[in-house]
């Protein structure tokens, strides 16, 4: 089946740092979608992107949907402690049913000790 | 607006025992709902999907079983719960056409 490769599985980060993190397939999307979960709660949904090239932003967080839509990045400028969590890039590949989507196996930010 | 319920938060099971487990959408109509189960924090698998009243579709063969009774209420369920089936189980929701879903709080399910 599909898969998207989400890199890096994890990552530590130290307070006003950038991190920087990208999901990748072998497949066309139309879609990509990143969301963050918290310990214990379900994914939250950060940013939606639609259109190869698309580069969208909420606040600190920048994602862009790349121009061969096999691709996606995440981009948080000046962490902050509240940036913990697992991040998540998920997407709906061409030719897929509607509304399925496809998710990657995330990435575990940590703040640095 | 919208939100979306799940019930119970928690659960702890014997194995062999049979589940059920509520999802419920407020504020949408006719949204598409899903089940997804999550192990140890990561990788969210799609268990079923429903774009209407008695409209279940699986993802993957396995023990449990999804309805959707009404509108906004989707159930997951199964006869005789395996150890394999403890995990985070969530819902999520999405108008027919837009592909952004929006999850629930998650059910955390032990099985013993």
């Known amino acids: 089946g599909q898969q998207l490769n989400q890199s890096p599985q994890s990552m530590f980060i130290q307070e006003g740092e950038d991190v920087s993190m990208n999901c990748t397939s072998s497949?066309?999307?139309?879609?990509w979608l990143w969301y963050k979960q918290d310990p214990g709660e379900g994914p939250v949904l950060l940013i939606a992107?639609?259109?190869?090239?698309e580069l969208t932003s909420n606040g600190r967080l920048t994602a862009q949907f790349g121009i061969t839509r096999k691709d996606s990045f995440l981009n948080i400028s000046a962490s902050i402690p509240s940036d913990v969590g697992i991040y998540f890039c998920?997407?709906?590949?061409?030719?897929?049913?509607?509304?399925?989507?496809?998710f990657g196996k995330g990435t575990k930010l940590s703040v640095k000790p | 607006s919208q939100t979306i319920h799940q019930w119970p938060a928690t659960l702890v099971q014997p194995v062999g025992s049979p589940l059920s487990l509520e999802c419920t959408v407020e504020?949408?109509?006719?949204?598409?709902l899903y089940w997804y189960r999550q192990a140890a924090g990561r990788g969210l698998q799609l268990l079923f999907y429903?774009?209407?009243?008695?409209?279940i579709s699986s993802e993957v063969p396995q023990n449990l079983s999804a309805s959707r009774p009404q509108d906004r209420q989707f159930i997951l369920s199964s006869k005789k719960l395996l150890l394999s089936d403890s995990g985070f189980y969530l819902c999520?929701?999405?108008?027919?056409?837009?592909?952004?879903?929006?999850f629930g709080p998650g059910t955390r399910l032990t099985v013993t």
């Open positions: 504020g949408t109509s006719n949204p598409n």
């Open positions: 429903s774009v209407g009243i008695g409209q």
């Open positions: 998920a997407g709906q590949y061409y030719g897929g049913s509607q509304g399925n989507l496809i």
């Open positions: 999520a929701w999405s108008l027919g056409q837009g592909n952004e879903q929006y």
């Open positions: 497949s066309i999307f139309n879609t």
């Open positions: 992107l639609y259109k190869a090239g």
